[in-house]
């Protein structure tokens, strides 16, 4: 049969020849329409040729797909696996074909759910999830972590004929998920041992998480604190900040370091104090998307503060009770004091009787002890008060160390022992010390030496040592050495205890209050320095102290010794009226007796009243003013007299019997000299003589420095005399205070500025013989000639005298 082509079908044509007699006569034909049939056939082909294709496109995509792919028939046996399953599990092909799920025990991990979910997916039960976690088992032993997603297959009647699964290697994934979720678990963990609450809340300030310790602390389970306003909890003191930092945190202001605390109520209704340490999460847009907070219950801790207030305004209410009983107990012993030691002064220049004397020195000398003592009582309480403080300025070391020898001269000649002082010499000569307290040191320890001594010798020994290569600071060490009875070992640290004394040491022999060494010691450490003792007994002791980091100065204070001092008894003063105000009738004469040798008019008052009311009265050149009196004291006094406009160029001398830093301060507010009791005779003369005129007999400067200071009326031109009380009024009121304070310390800086002011002081008022002296003022400085300056600085009284007298003419 051939098909040909027919117009737009498909004919087949059969024929056959016709035979007569073996002999050709003829054919016969039969045409059939095959058009239909051809068609068919040639689509059937294409389909087939499609089919063919495909199933090549499916083969390639099994093969090379990244997941395993398995078949099952209806009863469960493996039917087809792809490459990428055997290369997962390690078997071949041939090995997993024709295996049942149920008997292939080296691949699944947990058989038994793996074949549950099958049969659940056999008997039409979709309830549950097409897709289960199991775990495969490869032929080296490895576990694989896979995810099976598994889809039925059925018939054409519908009826169940195997499955399709898709198994996905999640190993690395489902490894990463258990780190974490050990991770998470590990963090759990320490977050529910934490010693600390620790919430998170979100943007509205609702709590989303809170930890057991929280759950304690507030006595709230967490479920209760899940999902409220932890405000509700917040007490009306701490609610309104508590507002004001959530309405902050949502207008975008930086919190991010703001630590605050909270009062809150408990679930039994008690308070507590919690410590808020947050921190604040935002988004990009800076908007304020919640807050993880830890939180420390302060409870205890803020009781403890407040009892530990409440103590200590109790222990400095009871120091400054102390402070100021120490302090009304050194006015009520000064005061009778200053008139003992006062008028035993003035018999002892009248008394000619050699019995009377001794008896006179007798009573000084027990008076003077009796003022150590209290010194020593009030010292230590200052130390231990925090109110004591260094002031330290430019020293001469060498001069401090060999003073010790005038100092003790006379007791140790009475002993017959010897004082020997070793210096290094290469101990620079300006160091920056508190001097009085080095000398309190020195002494106190020395004293000792000396007391416990009978025979031998003592020794001070002085060296230094530099802790930094450029020598700008030292270790100050010096000891002292004795020949005495010694300190045994085990009372080497009872001695530096506030009223010890070595126990085989006789009071009645020795005196003293045991509080010297006390106080050395913590003199020496608040310099920043150590203390020790060492030796034996019966064979002397050696103190060793070592004041550290030391600045060395270029500068030193000039020796006290060697300058020039007006306040001594051949003073000669101008006439002037005094103001003596004191309530204590004994106190006024003794001061009486002191300036009786002098032509001064002495008023006397009583109190402040009186003091006001004589003041505006006579108008006096002067007043020495007690601080503490009845009625009205010298503080009020003297800041009235300052106040009233006709009173307050009158200077004020202060003299009081206290001995703390604070009423030195109160008294320079409104004074200008200031005497502490009990008051001798030179240190009243001092005093007087900065504010009245005077000569002197050790100094002829008065009249000479009168007349070159342009004192005659002649050498001063017309706009210079004109213009003399303004310079005076400087002089007098600016200039003189830093004279004063000069005088006592040399601060060669301060001397120079002091100088350079002078000059351009004489310059702008064309004073000539002024400007000379502050030339030589300067030049003097400039090479440090400490001992040409104290003398030159003596002068500048006599200078201002000078223009004094002048406006008198």
Not at 485 to 494: H, N, T, V, Y
């Amino acid at each position: 049969m051939n098909e040909v082509p027919c117009g737009d079908g498909y004919i087949n044509f059969r024929g056959s020849q016709l035979l007569v007699g073996g002999e050709v006569h003829g054919g016969i034909g039969l045409f059939e329409d095959v058009t239909e049939k051809v068609i068919k056939t040639k689509e059937l082909e294409k389909t087939l040729e499609d089919l063919k294709t495909e199933k090549e496109k499916y083969h390639h995509l099994v093969a090379t797909m990244n997941e395993g792919l398995l078949t099952t028939d209806a009863e469960g046996t493996f039917t087809f696996v792809n490459r990428k399953l055997c290369e997962m599990t390690g078997y071949s092909e041939e090995e997993l074909l024709g295996h049942l799920k149920k008997d292939f025990d080296g691949l699944i991990c947990n058989k038994k759910a793996f074949m549950e979910h099958f049969e659940r997916l056999k008997n039409g039960d979709f309830s549950a999830s097409p897709v289960i976690e199991n775990k495969l088992i490869s032929r080296d032993g490895l576990k694989i972590y896979t995810q099976i997603s598994t889809n039925i297959l059925l018939d054409t009647e519908g009826r169940f004929k195997g499955t399709t699964s898709v198994v996905t290697d999640i190993t690395r994934h489902k490894v990463a998920q258990m780190k974490l979720e050990e991770q998470e678990k590990k963090y759990r963990q320490l977050v529910e041992q934490m010693n600390q609450g620790l919430t998170t809340s979100n943007e509205k300030g609702i709590m989303t998480f809170a930890n057991r310790k929280m759950s304690e602390i507030t006595g709230y389970s967490v479920d209760e604190m899940i999902g409220r306003d932890p405000g509700a909890w917040v007490t009306e003191s701490s609610f309104q900040e508590s507002k004001e930092r959530f309405d902050q945190l949502k207008q975008g202001q930086d919190l991010s370091n703001y630590q605050f605390d909270l009062d809150i109520y408990r679930k039994d209704g008690s308070e507590a104090c919690l410590q808020i340490s947050p921190n604040y999460s935002f988004d990009s847009k800076g908007e304020y998307l919640g807050s993880t907070s830890v939180i420390t219950d302060i409870t205890a801790r803020k009781k403890a503060e407040e009892a530990l207030i409440i103590a200590k305004k109790a222990a400095e209410s009871a120091n400054r009770a102390k402070s100021e009983f120490l302090s009304n107990m050194s006015h009520e012993i000064r005061t009778p004091m200053n008139s003992i030691l006062g008028f035993t002064e003035i018999l002892k220049g009248l008394v000619k009787d050699e019995h009377l004397i001794q008896y006179i020195s007798s009573i000084a000398s027990s008076g003077k002890t009796l003022l150590r003592l209290i010194n020593d009582i009030l010292d230590l309480s200052k130390v231990e008060a925090g109110k004591l403080k260094l002031e330290y300025s430019a020293v001469n070391p060498h001069s401090i160390f060999k003073d010790m020898e005038q100092v003790f001269s006379q007791k140790i000649a009475e002993k017959g022992l010897d004082f020997i002082i070793s210096i290094d010499p290469d101990l620079p000569k300006a160091l920056i010390l508190d001097e009085t307290r080095i000398r309190q040191v020195l002494l106190n320890i020395i004293s000792n030496a000396v007391k416990f001594t009978e025979t031998g010798f003592i020794k001070l020994t002085v060296s230094e040592h530099y802790p930094e290569k450029d020598h700008s600071k030292l270790d100050l060490l010096f000891s002292i050495e004795d020949t005495g009875k010694g300190i045994p070992e085990e009372q080497r640290e009872l001695i530096f205890k506030a009223f010890e004394q070595q126990t085989d040491q006789s009071h009645a022999h020795y005196g003293g209050t045991g509080l010297g060494l006390t106080i050395t010691k913590r003199l020496v450490e608040m310099m920043g320095g150590e203390i020790h003792v060492a030796g034996e007994s019966g064979k002397g002791a050696v103190f060793e102290v070592i004041i550290k980091n030391v600045n060395v100065a270029s500068i030193t204070e000039s020796d006290k010794q060697s300058r020039p001092d007006l306040c001594v008894a051949s003073v000669k003063f101008e006439n002037a009226t005094i103001l003596l105000v004191d309530d204590i009738t004994v106190n006024r004469d003794l001061m009486k007796a002191y300036l009786e040798a002098f032509p001064f008019t002495i008023i006397e008052g009583k109190n402040g009243y009186e003091a006001i009311e004589l003041a505006r009265k006579h108008r006096p050149d002067l007043i020495l003013m007690d601080m503490k009196m009845p009625s009205m004291d010298g503080y009020e006094a003297s800041t009235i007299l300052k106040a009233d406009e006709d009173l307050k160029t009158i200077p004020i001398i202060a003299f009081t019997a206290s001995a703390m830093k604070e009423t030195e301060m109160e008294i320079k507010g409104t004074c200008e000299g200031y005497i502490r009791k009990p008051v001798s005779k030179d240190k009243l003369l001092c005093e007087l003589a900065r504010f009245i005129g005077h000569t002197s007999n050790r100094d002829d400067l008065t009249e000479e420095t009168s007349q070159k200071a342009d004192g005659k009326k002649g050498t001063l031109d017309g706009e210079s005399l004109k213009k003399l009380p303004e310079v005076v009024k400087i002089l007098d009121s600016e200039l003189t205070d830093v004279w004063v304070r000069l005088s006592d310390k040399l601060i060669f800086d301060e001397i120079e500025d002091f100088a350079d002011r002078i000059k351009k002081l004489a310059g702008e008022y064309k004073l000539e013989s002024m400007e000379n002296w502050a030339d030589n003022l300067r030049s003097q400085a400039d090479i440090f000639d400490v001992d040409a300056i104290p003398d030159t600085l003596q002068q500048f009284p006599e200078i201002v005298k000078g223009y004094k007298k002048h406006l008198l003419v």
